[in-house]
């Protein structure tokens, strides 16, 4: 077995870095949504994400490169970003933050397990991916780890349960949607810049936001005045972190190797959480956390360098 490129070993550490800023969403969701509606809190996160990634996009267009590549919009672009923002955006972020209120940053960590399995079997349909062996083998590997990671979670507490089913429900169709957004903009990928993608997309889901928001949260000046700094700073990490710099990461990672192959990565979630929880709330970690992090890990750098070469050979350039 040939050793793994330094194109393999990017594309994993950027793979983990995005996983870390992810990991962070599920207490920022939650601290922010003490305050906040579901809507409200997605309403932010994509207009600050949007300024935040605005100069980048900028500068990009403006750029002397940029001049000689700009093309007209097609009715198949806008509907592109349309769809995106209808059955992506909009519903991955609400619905997330809808459903870890009702429930548990524990259930949505494991409900979340479901994103790499639909995004594949997505990817399929859509794009005409192939799942390969190794491809499932790892997806095997990953889930094994993660559900001896998460084994005392599944003791103590059904994802049935009653008092949760709702907001389960919401975090599964949060996931249902991620999945989409992650395949749906390979597509995008291949006629705008990761850029281009993600203010655009942010930018149509802000516009659709707006109507849910005057509807069902109507903001008042008296209760922006009211968010705490804990809230405030929580819609920072989710646009700057989750929604910004880690998405623009993933991007860069998708025009490298198969959404198929980089999705399997986000196994990686619930290990970096109960990493980033140990060291902000001083949570404990045991044994049992640490194999299955190490069993998920295996997985992730399985997908990542065994198909190196094929990845590869159908990188964009």
Not at 20 to 30: F, G, L
Not at 40 to 68: D, N, Q
Not at 83 to 104: K, M, N, Q
Request: hydrophobic share 55%; aromatic share 12%; net charge positive.
């Amino acid at each position: 077995m040939r050793p793994p490129s330094s194109k393999s070993l990017t594309n994993f550490a950027l793979l983990v870095i995005v996983n870390t800023m992810w990991a962070a969403q599920y207490a920022a969701y939650k601290t922010a949504s003490n305050q906040m509606g579901p809507v409200t809190v997605s309403a932010w996160t994509f207009l600050l994400a949007a300024i935040i990634l605005l100069p980048f996009l900028l500068k990009e267009r403006f750029s002397p490169a940029a001049g000689k590549d700009r093309r007209r919009w097609t009715k198949r672009d806008r509907i592109g970003f349309v769809v995106i923002g209808i059955f992506g955006l909009v519903p991955a972020s609400a619905f997330l933050a809808w459903g870890t209120e009702r429930s548990t940053a524990s259930n949505a960590a494991l409900i979340y397990l479901t994103v790499p399995i639909l995004t594949a079997v997505l990817a399929c349909f859509i794009l005409g991916e192939r799942m390969t062996w190794i491809r499932w083998l790892s997806l095997a590997v990953s889930l094994a780890g993660v559900l001896f990671l998460s084994r005392s979670d599944l003791r103590q507490q059904a994802l049935a349960r009653g008092e949760f089913l709702s907001g389960n429900v919401l975090i599964l169709l949060a996931c249902a949607s991620s999945s989409f957004y992650n395949v749906y903009s390979k597509d995008l990928l291949r006629r705008f810049t990761a850029f281009e993608v993600l203010v655009y997309g942010y930018a149509m889901a802000l516009a659709l936001s707006i109507p849910m928001l005057i509807g069902a949260e109507p903001l008042s000046w008296s209760a922006v005045r009211a968010y705490t700094f804990a809230t405030w700073l929580s819609v920072l990490v989710l646009s700057v972190f989750s929604w910004g710099l880690a998405m623009v990461l993933w991007m860069f990672v998708l025009r490298r190797i198969d959404v198929s192959q980089a999705s399997v990565s986000i196994y990686l979630l619930p290990f970096l959480g109960v990493l980033i929880s140990a060291v902000t709330l001083h949570e404990h970690i045991t044994g049992s956390m640490l194999i299955g992090g190490a069993i998920t890990l295996a997985g992730a750098v399985m997908i990542t360098f065994a198909e190196s070469p094929a990845a590869e050979e159908n990188a964009q350039p």
